[in-house]
């Protein structure tokens, strides 16, 4: 099946570690992007990447960092430097960065921090 | 900069009825694109259509159509008849030019419809 997978589903973190949620897409996507849901809100951007070894800061960007060393593939990393990361992630993507163009998304990630 | 406004939190109807969802946005772009995005419980957004801002013509698909008026800087959704399994958050999101494709997400509005 064609789409975006993400994993962990569910991932509890405690205070001061690192966490990396993987996001796979076999859509030979361009473009992929993290977005963070909290509670009662819309999506905001963490990072996306529009080409394999290039990305840019989203509107959220402190305490995360990305790597896009193949096409098909856009871990994010929630570090200790992120004061309140408990909310639901969701990697997207799209044919290319340009305008336009739709952009798709995985199921998403719940990550709790305990 | 660019904002979208969803201003219903939460609807409530009962199956069978018709009911619109707002969204009100703003750019100073004369090029843009609007989308609309459905969320059920599992958590993915499943995407539902994308308008160009020169294309004012309204959409319908099956039990979904959508009213795009410039003039009032509105794209508003309509699920006519309307299915316990349309309960959902749906968003609406725009992407103005030049943002290479970085949506501007509404807050949601969510649907319960009952029985």
């Known amino acids: 099946d064609g789409g975006i997978t993400q994993s962990p589903k569910y991932l509890f973190r405690k205070e001061g570690q690192n966490v990396t949620l993987s996001c796979e897409q076999n859509?030979?996507?361009?473009?992929m992007y993290w977005y963070r849901q909290d509670p009662g809100q819309g999506l905001r951007l963490i990072y996306y990447?529009?080409?394999?070894?290039?990305?840019q800061k989203g509107d959220i960007a402190e305490g995360y960092s990305v790597s896009r060393e193949k096409k098909e593939s856009f871990p994010l990393t929630v570090t200790s430097a992120q004061k309140n990361p408990t909310a639901f992630y969701l990697c997207?993507?799209?044919?290319?960065?340009?305008?336009?163009?739709?952009?798709?998304f995985g199921e998403g990630s719940w990550l709790t921090v305990v | 900069a660019q904002k979208v406004t969803q201003a219903q939190t939460e609807i409530s109807v009962v199956e069978k009825e018709d009911v619109t969802l707002d969204c009100v946005y703003e750019?100073?772009?004369?090029?843009?694109?609007l989308f609309w995005y459905k969320q059920p419980p599992s958590g993915e957004l499943v995407f539902l259509i994308r308008?160009?801002?020169?294309?004012?013509q309204n959409e319908i698909s099956g039990r979904y159509s959508w009213n795009f008026q410039k003039s009032t800087s509105s794209f508003n959704f309509t699920i006519t008849a309307s299915q316990v399994v349309d309960s959902a958050v749906y968003f609406c999101?725009?992407?103005?030019?030049?943002?290479?494709?970085?949506?501007?997400f509404g807050t949601g509005t969510r649907l319960q419809v009952t029985l």
């Open positions: 997207a993507s799209s044919q290319t960065g340009g305008i336009g163009n739709t952009i798709y």
């Open positions: 308008r160009n801002s020169f294309d004012e």
């Open positions: 859509l030979n996507h361009d473009a």
């Open positions: 990447s529009q080409i394999v070894n290039d990305f």
């Open positions: 750019t100073r772009d004369t090029t843009y694109y």
């Open positions: 999101a725009l992407i103005p030019t030049g943002t290479a494709s970085k949506l501007t």
